[in-house]
């Protein structure tokens, strides 16, 4: 896995919603690792660095969410880099807060930044499902994640899932989805208000 994106929207009036949740945990990647400043390329902001051994490159679509794929297509058409070796970081609505699961290849389930990576390059992409919750009413999923992370969740889960996230990422470049997975599920409770089901 050579290209890890963060989807998101660009500017401060987005930077602390759920929507962000990309944004926030590539840049997460970025100071753990050492990662040189961020530079724009590619309708994005990219950077690069040494990661698991092995040189890697950090993208954040300034695109706007719903067409994050311009983003990805372009620095993966220059780098050469195929869907299999792409990781898209995202929230997910149909996890409870501070799950987290990885996946390749699946559809969009509604997410407009899967969907537009999914027309510009197929499917066969990792992703890096972060549960942000769901609003019980489908009208309100829009306002919803484009609201700001409270300070609940930020204390609570959001800010030890993105530490982990940053912290274990060598072992999901390395392949073992599992042990990433079951590393981060190790270090971070979701909150308790909610069962342990994935939300429907």
Known sequence: MRLIVGLGNPGLRYAKNRH?????????IARRHGFPAFRDRF???????????????????????????????????????????????HDEIDLRPGKLRVKRGGGAAGHNGLR????????DYWRVR?????????????????????????????????DAIAELVPLLLAG???AFMSGIARRVTPPAEQDDEDVP
């Open 176 to 178: 073992d989805a599992a």
């Open 43 to 89: 309708k994005g902001e990219l950077s690069e660095g040494v990661l698991a051994g092995e040189r890697r490159l950090l993208l954040k679509p300034q695109t706007f969410m719903n067409e994050s794929g311009e983003a990805v297509l372009a620095a993966a058409s220059f780098y050469k880099i195929p869907p299999s070796e792409i990781v898209v970081i």
């Open 20 to 28: 962000n949740v990309g944004f926030v945990a590539v840049d997460a």
């Open 130 to 162: 972060i549960g942000v919750g769901h609003p019980g009413v489908k009208e309100l999923v829009q306002p919803y994640v484009l609201q700001n992370f409270t300070a609940d969740e930020i204390s609570g889960w959001a800010a030890p899932l993105i």
């Open 116 to 123: 537009s990576i999914d027309a510009r390059l197929g499917q």
